[in-house]
Structures are given as structure tokens and as C-alpha cells.
């Protein structure tokens, strides 16, 4: 079982910047994917950022250049930096690992919410 903690959310005015952490406890297996997804208010979710155990990273189109993420392996960690904020980006951010073998299994994190508003 693998439990994600996450930290870094708050309030931010636009153009500010937030780093979000989430850490992986638990039995991991090697060759996984880390990921954040957000839910803003009335939408569904999706999925911002996702780096794989090999270092492999894509991002959401509304994200890219202005939006990083990186893993410390040995620490069963990853990270969102997050840069040029915008109200838009106003969301809870929920960290997500995922393994597939035969199956596909996702461990999610409690959410962590990120309010851009001056």
C-alpha cells in the first residue's frame, strides 16, 4: 500500500510562483510514473504533469513554460515548480503515483489546494 503526502499549496498573486512536493511511502515499485492532476471548480479533472521513474516528463498544454516538474528518486519524491501563476491555474492539485503490470494502479494524494487572486 502507498500512501502520497503532499505540501507547497496556498495563495499566490498572479505572476507569483508555488512549489508543490509530494512524497511516496509505502511498497513502490521501481518503474513507476509520478503525476499531478488539478480539479478547478465546475470542471473535470486533469492531469498537469506526470515524470516517469526513467525521467520522461509531459505536460498539459495550458502548463508548458511555465510549469516544472522533477523527482528526486531516491527520495520517492516529486515536484511541481510552478512559475508565471495565473487565476486560471486555481485548483486543487492531487499528486498521483501509477504502475502498470497486468493492471493499472493509481495511489492518490489527499489534494492540496492552489488559489492564484490578487
Known amino acids: 500500500q502507498v500512501q502520497l503526502v503532499e505540501s507547497g499549496g496556498g495563495l499566490v498573486q498572479p505572476g507569483g510562483s508555488l512549489r508543490l512536493s509530494c512524497a511516496a511511502v509505502?511498497?513502490?515499485?521501481?518503474?513507476?510514473?509520478m503525476g499531478w492532476y488539478r480539479r478547478a471548480p465546475g470542471k473535470e479533472r486533469e492531469l498537469v504533469a506526470a515524470i516517469s521513474s526513467g525521467g520522461s516528463t509531459r505536460y498539459a498544454d495550458s502548463v508548458k513554460g511555465r510549469f516544472t516538474i522533477s523527482r528526486d528518486n531516491t527520495k520517492n519524491t516529486v515536484y511541481l515548480q510552478m512559475n508565471s501563476l495565473k487565476p486560471e491555474d486555481t485548483a486543487v492539485y492531487y499528486c498521483?503515483?501509477?504502475?502498470?503490470?497486468?493492471?493499472?494502479?493509481?495511489?492518490w494524494g489527499q489534494g492540496t489546494q492552489v488559489t492564484v487572486s490578487s
Open positions: 498521483n503515483l501509477r504502475v502498470i503490470t497486468t493492471n493499472v494502479y493509481d495511489s
Open positions: 509505502g511498497s513502490i515499485f521501481s518503474s513507476n510514473t
